[in-house]
Nanobody, 122 residues
Framework: QVHLVESGGGLVQAGGSLRLSCAAS????????MGWFRQAPGKERDFVAA???????RLANSVKGRFAISRDNAKNTMYLQMNSLKSEDTAVYYC????????????????WGQGTRVTVSS
């Protein structure tokens, strides 16, 4: 049973930083491509960042230069470092995993976490 658990969300002032974590279990983590999506109130779920099993990464244009994705295969954990946060970054952030990178970046992954809420106050 694949299980993804996000943590690290919370309330932060604009300009601040947060680091989200996604802990995976029930999978051979190093084999999986991983990603982050977010869903703001009343909006669709949008791609934020992804990292392949080989370490290649991709970021949405809206977060380039502010967010960074990383993974620690020894800890079965993926991270999203979020800096210079803006009010428009307010959303529920979801972790996702799949054996196919294309599935991750298009939101068609097999596995999803329950999400962690990030609120940026202006």
């Amino acid at each position: 049973q694949v299980h993804l658990v996000e943590s690290g969300g919370g309330l932060v002032q604009a300009g601040g930083s947060l680091r989200l974590s996604c802990a995976a279990s029930g999978v051979t983590f190093r084999n999986y491509d991983m990603g982050w999506f977010r869903q703001a109130p009343g909006k669709e779920r949008d791609f934020v960042a992804a990292m392949s099993s080989s370490g290649a990464s991709r970021l949405a244009n809206s977060v380039k230069g502010r967010f960074a994705i990383s993974r620690d295969n020894a800890k079965n954990t993926m991270y999203l470092q979020m800096n210079s946060l803006k009010s428009e970054d307010t959303a529920v952030y979801y972790c996702t995993a799949d054996l196919t990178f294309a599935a991750v970046i298009t939101g068609r992954s097999d596995y999803w976490g329950q999400g962690t809420r990030v609120t940026v106050s202006s």
